[in-house]
């Protein structure tokens, strides 16, 4: 019989509503499987395990090695496809981790709720089953890491939460979706991935990687205050990755210390590099030493640069690396 694996991580798939007021995470991986209707016809053998009962903004890098390592260790007993239920706040972040520390072409498959289990159309069963359903696809093999909500499927490259509360809040700006199920079957399409691998290395929670975000009028000051505090320094700039010209000396002057990463705050498109050519502009900062995302957003980026650097990846190498996503 083919084995698929749920892990359950928390998040509103598995909420309650709590004494104190609003929901909390109390459900097991078997109490949200439980709600799921017309499993028993699909013929699988699920097996499902509560490896934590987290809202996702909790979640820190130590408990993402400890998914990694779970999810291998399914693969490696025999598990067909794996499944895993999460809060949606960081989900983006998690399939990033997942495919990029997960070495096989058995599917792995991130799925939750933005409907908790006591509310009204709650979308937790119907996303529990439609992943279950792409985790088991002969389409899906290969693909890495896959979000799958409302029907949709996602690439863990380019899947963002874009709404904090519809039910089609999720995305992926600029491509599209891999696919999408049809009746409950999953139709993929697939597309080129990135072939990279990095170990699920537990240093990684030891470091600390700043997410920086430019706004109008920046001056910088909190990137002075705060970046002597991190390993390596993801810059979220505006529009195709500039930052004003006052902020520029501070950015180099960070750039020649510790890696620092140029994203765009857009949420969408890549970082530019040769169009602009002021103060602040992407082609300024990257001669001054920034390294580019290429289409990996802000928080993407950020999973990138703390697994590199958790490997002890030298600047030439996360630079030749970012190079992968453009
Ligand atoms: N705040 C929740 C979480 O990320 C939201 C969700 O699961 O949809 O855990």
């Known amino acids: 019989m083919t084995r698929v694996a749920i892990i359950a991580m928390g998040g509103t798939i598995a ?23 017309g499993l028993a016809e699909l013929g699988l053998d699920i097996t499902a395990h509560t490896l934590r009962s987290l809202p996702s903004p909790s979640l820190g890098f130590a408990d ?137 290395n537990p240093r990684v929670a030891d470091l600390r990687v700043g997410l920086i975000t430019v706004a109008l ?16 320094i993801v810059i979220a700039g505006l529009g195709a990755g500039h930052v004003p010209a006052d902020m520029v000396p501070l950015v180099a002057g960070f750039a020649a210390k510790v890696p620092v990463v140029l994203a765009s705050r857009t949420g969408s498109g890549s970082v530019l590099r040769q169009t602009y050519g002021y103060p602040g502009s992407e082609r300024d900062l990257l001669d001054r030493g920034l390294i580019h995302a290429g289409f990996l957003d802000p928080a993407k980026a950020r999973v990138l640069l703390q697994l590199l650097l958790a490997d002890g990846a030298d600047r030439p190498r996360i630079a030749s690396t970012f190079d992968l996503y453009r």
């Open 15 to 37: 909420m309650s509503p709590s004494a104190g007021g609003g929901v909390v995470p109390a459900l097991s991986a078997e109490d949200v499987l439980a709600a799921v209707p």
């Open 64 to 200: 993402l090695v400890a998914l990694s390592d779970a999810v291998r260790a399914e693969i490696a007993a025999g598990a067909a496809g794996v499944v895993v239920t999460h809060g949606t706040d960081t989900i983006e972040e998690t399939a990033l981790f997942l495919d990029l520390t997960v070495d096989s072409p058995v599917p792995v498959v991130v799925t939750g709720a933005m409907r908790h289990p006591t509310s009204a159309g709650a979308d937790g069963p119907a996303n529990l089953y439609a992943a279950i359903r792409v985790a088991v696809a002969e389409s899906a093999r290969g693909l890495g890491c896959l979000v799958v909500m409302s029907d949709e499927v996602h690439g863990a490259r380019f899947v963002r939460k874009g709404h904090t509360s519809s039910m089609a809040a999720f995305a992926s700006p600029g491509f599209g979706p891999l696919g999408l199920l049809v009746e409950g079957e999953p139709r993929l399409r697939g597309t080129p991935r990135v072939g990279l691998r990095l170990p699920a």
């Open 217 to 232: 009028g920046d001056d910088g000051e909190l990137l002075r205050r705060a970046g002597d505090a991190f390993a390596g």
